[in-house]
């Protein structure tokens, strides 16, 4: 499957089905199943968290099927990861993704709207061409509770 982003951000599974469709994917039921997970999801999941999920309806699902499904969603754009911390990748949809703050003493994280990298990625796109991803790993430091020990 290409390396492309949607135009726009699919709402709903069945959208993201119809677009695996038009790049040549096969919708299986594994593929449905993660979809409604990530589509249920409040918070960022790793990717066991997720097969975890997928197993509770599809128990036949192995681990192999969830991280091939999520890379392939990655290269169509509607699946982000991020690092957050010394852990593994976390996973939403590239429509909730936001940049974060990470207390490296505690493990608070800080979900940030995107608008606070405005100026930076501007600055970066101007002065070098680069264009910022700020959702990609979350920045480390100490929380304010964690500061003050």
């Known amino acids: 499957m290409p390396d492309s982003a949607p135009t726009s951000s699919p709402a709903s599974a069945a959208e993201v089905l119809n677009l695996l469709r038009s790049h040549g994917g096969r919708v299986t039921r594994s593929r449905r199943v993660l979809l409604e997970v990530l589509f249920a999801a409040s918070e960022h999941m790793n990717a066991e968290e997720i097969g975890a999920e997928v197993a509770r309806v599809e128990p036949a699902v192995n681990m192999s099927t969830v991280y091939r499904n999520l890379e392939e969603l990655q290269q169509l754009g509607v699946v982000v990861h991020t690092h957050l911390g010394h852990g593994p990748a976390t996973y939403r949809l590239a429509s909730a993704a936001h ?18 990298f405005e100026e930076l990625s501007d600055t970066a796109l101007r002065t070098h061409g680069f264009s910022v991803d700020a959702t990609h790993f979350a920045i480390p430091g100490r929380c304010a509770a964690c500061s003050q020990s």
Not at 105 to 114: D, I, K, Q, V, W
């Open 99 to 116: 940049p974060h703050l990470y207390c490296e003493s505690c493990g608070a994280t800080f979900h940030l709207p995107l608008d606070i």
